[in-house]
């Protein structure tokens, strides 16, 4: 039996192997293909990134203890995927992996959805969090401009909250303190004009 003969389906490699305007996930063995985020998507995401990462991973403002990566290789079992962004509780994840992924799952997961990635993230992905045991998941929808919050309990997902534009945001595991969901979406307030 020669050496292609004992591939069992796409690998790492296979991802590595896409082009840099591509991201690659390997979900039940079918490698899915997307295109890099929009601009609107990834301003979301570093918003949210920024009103996380000040209170809840260096304690201004809130209790700190966390720590969050942008789009993390994370190897859950034979499944690679690539969430928006994923916080681990600082004492889950004591020292920086040796690898360019990660193979402890998060504590916490946002998926940003777009009409090219919402299918993966409320279907399959959203089920294999659920399998490795993460404890929340957020989708936050920067066109509907609503984020609807879950917490993993008896390995369902359970709706938290449905949060949408005028509301602020304080919902597990984040709830020590609030920000408004609005502030997420600066292309969505015009810009201030001088008087």
């Known amino acids: 039996m020669g050496e292609a003969a004992l591939k069992l389906g ?4 296979d991802i590595a192997a896409l082009p840099e305007t591509l991201v690659g996930e390997i979900i039940d063995g079918i490698l899915e293909v997307q295109p890099r985020p929009t601009p609107r998507h990834a301003v979301a995401a570093t918003e949210l990134g920024y009103e996380l990462i000040g209170r809840f991973r260096r304690g201004r403002g809130g ?33 920086e992996p040796e690898t360019p992924f990660v193979e402890v799952a998060p504590d916490w ?6 009409p090219a990635t919402a299918r993966l993230d409320r279907g399959p992905k959203r089920r294999l969090y659920a399998e490795a045991a993460v404890g929340h998941l ?33 919902v597990a595991p984040f709830d020590a303190a609030s ?14 004009t001088e008087a």
């Open 10 to 13: 796409p690998g790492p490699s």
């Open 63 to 95: 209790p700190g203890g966390w720590i969050f990566m942008v789009e993390p290789e994370l190897h859950l079992g034979p499944h690679v995927v690539v969430p928006d962004l994923a916080g681990w509780r600082r004492e889950r994840l004591p020292a």
């Open 109 to 114: 997961v946002c998926e940003i959805l777009s």
């Open 138 to 170: 957020w989708l936050l929808d920067p066109n509907a401009g609503e984020l609807e919050a879950f917490a993993l309990v008896g390995g369902r997902w359970m709706l938290l909250a449905t949060i949408q534009r005028g509301e602020d945001v304080a």
């Open 179 to 192: 920000f408004p969901l609005d502030d997420l979406f600066p292309f969505d307030t015009p810009p201030a």
